[in-house]
Every structure is written in C-alpha cells, then in structure tokens.
C-alpha cells in the first residue's frame, strides 16, 4: 500500500512538472507560456533572454518594460528581413572624400 501511494505522489509530482514552465518571459504585462515563447524565438531568429518586455504590434517594435526606447524591431536578428535597414556607405567603409580618389 505504502508503494502505491508513492507511486502516485512521484507520477503527481512529475506531471506537475511537465507543466512548469521553464522560462520567464513577459511581453506587454502578460507572461508568455513556452509555447508562446518558442513562437517568438523563432520569428526573432534567436533565444529571447528572460525577461520583461513591450512590443508594439502595429510597427513590430520592440523594448524593454519601463524603458521607452526601441531595442530592435521584430524580425530583426533574422538577417535579410525587410524590416533589417542597409547600412550606411560610410559604415561599410565605401564613402570617400574629394582627395581620397586620384585618377592617372
């Protein structure tokens, strides 16, 4: 008897903890459950770190809670997205001066 009622304690606690969720992260006040999380990763391209943030669902816009600024937008880390702005000539080293270029 004793067997059993362990047995049912340990088969409880395992499906309690198949319920748990493994990750902290809160988007717009709402805590996200893995299957929400998971979602997110994927359309970011990378891991979203534990944590507390906002998103803007009309631009894709994204921060950290409390802090207005805008870290990234949606889909950013993915590379080629359309919302990836081109960097700059003088960021990749292309923008010349008058006196930089001699013709012969």
Not at 14 to 43: M, P
Not at 57 to 68: D, L, S, V
Not at 71 to 84: K, R
Request: contains cysteine.
């Amino acid at each position: 008897m004793k067997r059993l009622v362990v047995a049912l304690l340990l088969l409880a606690g395992l499906a309690g903890a198949a319920d748990a969720q493994t990750r902290f992260v809160v988007v717009n006040g709402q805590r996200l459950d893995d299957l929400q999380i998971a979602y997110f990763d994927r359309v970011q391209c990378v891991r979203i770190p534990n944590g507390r943030y906002w998103l803007n669902t009309m631009t894709g816009a994204w921060g950290y809670q409390g802090i207005p600024v805008i870290q990234g937008y949606l889909g950013g880390a993915c590379g080629g997205g359309s919302q990836q702005r081109h960097r700059s000539l003088s960021e990749r080293g292309l923008l010349y001066t008058p006196g930089d270029l001699r013709f012969r």
